[in-house]
Nanobody, 120 residues
Framework: QVQLVESGGGLVQPGGSLRLSCVLSGSSADLYNMAWYRQAPGKRRELVAK???????DYVDSVKGRFTISRDNNKNTMYLQMNSLRSEDTAVYYC??????????????WGQGTQVTVSS
């Protein structure tokens, strides 16, 4: 059974940085394109960034130039480096595998997520 565990969230001031990690177990990460999603209170879950198994990345416009998605297939781990954080980045962040690249469709095998709070 595939499991995904997110970590690295926390409380950070506006303009600060965080690095999220997503560890996949039960399968080999290099088999999948993967993505980071987030869900803010009262809002729908949205795709933030996605990455192919070989490392090609794509981002939602609101995070372009601030967030960087990466992966280390040897460690079965995906990362999200978040810089210049804003209050509107506050959300629970989730990772998942993608069934489809475009349009992006996830397996919806959601873990617990990791809370990111941007506040002064």
């Amino acid at each position: 059974q595939v499991q995904l565990v997110e970590s690295g969230g926390g409380l950070v001031q506006p303009g600060g940085s965080l690095r999220l990690s997503c560890v996949l177990s039960g399968s080999s990460a290099d088999l999948y394109n993967m993505a980071w999603y987030r869900q803010a209170p009262g809002k729908r879950r949205e795709l933030v960034a996605k990455i192919t198994s070989s490392g090609l990345a794509d981002y939602v416009d609101s995070v372009k130039g601030r967030f960087t998605i990466s992966r280390d297939n040897n460690k079965n781990t995906m990362y999200l480096q978040m810089n210049s954080l804003r209050s509107e980045d506050t959300a629970v962040y989730y990772c998942d595998r993608l069934k489809s690249w475009q349009p992006p469709v996830s397996y919806a095998s959601w873990g617990q997520g990791t809370q990111v709070t941007v506040s002064s």
